[in-house]
């Protein structure tokens, strides 16, 4: 047969966010896996954890201790990447050698003062007061001449480079406006000059009217599988309404999103009953000044494993230095997380 | 002070070969790690496994037994994520679900009969066998009209996702052009279109009068760490002579070929006492029939670890919704390699 069969054939998928495209190999998913297995998640962590630098009441590696803080609590990070006083200064080798300072803020964000929680666990009331720090963070750095492009995001799990499991994200905002963001950036404002709409409120709603990756919604969130996804499970958090930035957020919207969050993580700790490891961040305007009516705030959740706890998909060789590549389909991955959604 | 010092502020690189940045923090090095650390490298394997479907003589996964072979052995991979027959139809839905049929070729080529090698531990004219093979098997696919580009690729260690030690790399060739080599091949264009010679000729001359990146060099080629590396150990390995493709190498490109990988991969070895994970690749031009006197043949180590065998660089987070993040410098990472080179 000549015609291409999304669920059979070998093929590559355009992730219309980037530009860039994804290889997908459906007929290899029954491929016997005898490489590296992931050891078992952490034991049970108690509540509290004396030796925790993110715990209430405790002592950081500067010397602070942190308030015994009741819900949230945000804090400069010690060990920051970015530093507001790097010099902002070029060096130009010809067009070879190519560096420039990159000045910026790193900050951390604890989601509760309870070691052993995570955003699965946590109730939706909490989870939104999580939703509005990052709200009034955002605003701050967002008002910054220094701050280009403000990230935030989680690395949750061992797997995933989380150096501490108590429950907490980043924040690293930085001068100049990252690769990643400024490809999303190029797309939507291509999209938006030549079709005179923004790129994902009709993504969405051409996913709605088909109903092939969407994993759960309420009222102001969709939760779906991307078209183009990469990570096996990954999957993709929109607001239903035209929302630029986390500044236009209302209170329902916060409650919306927090809804949403608790679903998601909880669906992914079901679906191979583990904690599941993941990095998850947002994308939204940069912080330039400019109004970027273009741009349409998300989420991103990048999880790495594949068949169980403990196998994973490696992002590797061919990866690396070709593109990325995914054996299970994104249709057969959002009716797996369909299934696995707590009722 | 206002004047960028690459050795102590935080700053990003121009990779000029795809035209992203990484960003750098040289001051963080001193950061403790309390997240995950990695498993012990394998117990030493045998010479012949029985249970292995590389080694001579034993049955593969389609029935098929491996020749008794005794040097080199190359086959199609039995779990191929690329087949001949796939379809080559487009699907585009509006723009927004975009998809092609992928036909390619999937090979395994085993470089040695013996279970227990690494290209480390190999002689040089033995490498130099397996170098003969890249070359032939490219040959061979380049002129296969199916074909627009081969990547040829080696995973190593468990750490990145290698099911079997016995070793051997894997090819991969594809009827599009991967996207990591359209954003070489489109960098190395412009360059020749603008300044009328070749990227690469000029960056390789450009690191050899600084001699700052440099890890080891012979006649024909020469290995250094990118002034834009991601990984902390990344090096490339480059021809001093401008080689579009493994099809104009000379017995002595294989031979000076054969004995930087060889001194590239010890090195490795040497420098944390371990086995030495990594992804390892070839770049050049792609197989469409044009001449693209542009593109420079190389080589790049992308290896995990960073601090020792136990202790690894994650991607996470900011990697995956930002940029590339660096802490150790490329110059100090180069003058860690040269010190591990074996004398
Ligand atoms: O084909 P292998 O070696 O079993 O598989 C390995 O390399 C492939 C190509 O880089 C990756 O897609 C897989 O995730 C990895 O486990
Ligand atoms: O800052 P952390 O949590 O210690 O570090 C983790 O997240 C960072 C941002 O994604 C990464 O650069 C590190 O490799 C990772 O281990």
Same mark, same amino acid.
């Given at each position: 047969?000549?015609? &291409?069969?999304?669920? /059979?054939?070998? /093929? ?14 459906? /007929? ?15 034991? %049970? ?7 925790? #630098? ?38 130009d ?5 190519v560096?420039r ?5 790193c900050? %951390?964000? @604890?989601?509760?003062?309870? /070691? ?13 007061? *999580? ?6 963070e955002? !605003? ?5 001449? &220094? *701050? ?13 480079? !989380? ?5 907490? @994200? ?8 990252p690769?990643?963001l ?21 993504? &969405?709603?051409?996913?709605l ?7 759960? =919604?309420n009222?102001?969130? *969709? ?5 183009? $996804? ?9 607001p239903?309404r ?23 993580t909880?669906? #992914? ?46 992002? %590797?060789?061919f990866? &690396?230095?070709?593109s ?8 057969? =991955? =959002?009716?797996?997380?369909?299934? $696995?959604?707590?009722?």
């Amino acid at each position: 047969a000549d015609m &291409l069969r999304l669920q /059979h054939d070998s /093929h590559r998928r355009l992730n219309i966010l980037t530009g860039e495209w994804v290889l997908v190999s459906p /007929h290899r998913t029954s491929r016997p896996w005898q490489g590296q297995t992931e050891a078992k998640a952490e034991a %049970v962590a108690p509540a509290y954890d004396p030796g925790c #630098y993110l715990c209430p009441g405790n002592m950081r590696a500067n010397g602070e201790r942190n308030p015994t803080y009741e819900d949230v609590f945000a804090f400069t990070n010690d060990f920051a990447a970015l530093l507001p006083e790097s010099p902002q200064e070029e060096i130009d080798n010809n067009g070879l050698l190519v560096a420039r300072g990159e000045p910026g803020v790193c900050r %951390v964000i @604890c989601f509760s003062p309870r /070691h052993d929680l995570t955003l699965s666990r946590m109730s939706v009331a909490d989870i939104e007061k *999580v939703v509005d720090l990052w709200r009034a963070e955002f !605003a701050r750095l967002d008002a910054d001449p &220094l *701050v280009g492009a403000v990230q935030i995001f989680e690395n949750r799990g061992a797997m995933m480079g !989380a150096s501490n499991p108590h429950p907490h @994200c980043q924040i690293w905002a930085t001068h100049s406006e990252p690769d990643e963001l400024a490809k999303e950036s190029a797309r939507q404002r291509g999209y938006y000059a030549g079709r005179g709409g923004c790129l994902l409120c009709d993504y &969405l709603s051409l996913e709605l009217e088909q109903d092939a990756r969407i994993v759960c =919604a309420n009222d102001g969130f *969709v939760a779906l599988v991307p078209f183009w $996804a990469t990570w096996p499970f990954e999957t993709m958090v929109l607001p239903r309404r035209h929302l630029v930035a986390l500044d236009e957020f209302s209170a329902e919207d916060s409650r919306a999103l927090a809804n949403i969050l608790k679903r998601v993580t909880a669906c #992914y700790d079901n679906l191979f009953s583990t904690p599941f490891p993941y990095s998850m961040g947002f994308h939204q305007r940069p912080s330039d000044g400019g109004a970027h009516p273009h741009w349409h705030f998300h989420g991103h959740f990048y999880p790495p494993l594949l068949r169980s706890a403990s196998i994973r998909k490696f992002m %590797v060789g061919f990866e &690396l230095l070709g593109s990325p590549q995914r054996d299970i389909t994104p249709e057969s =991955a =959002a009716e797996r997380l369909r299934e $696995a959604l707590p009722r």
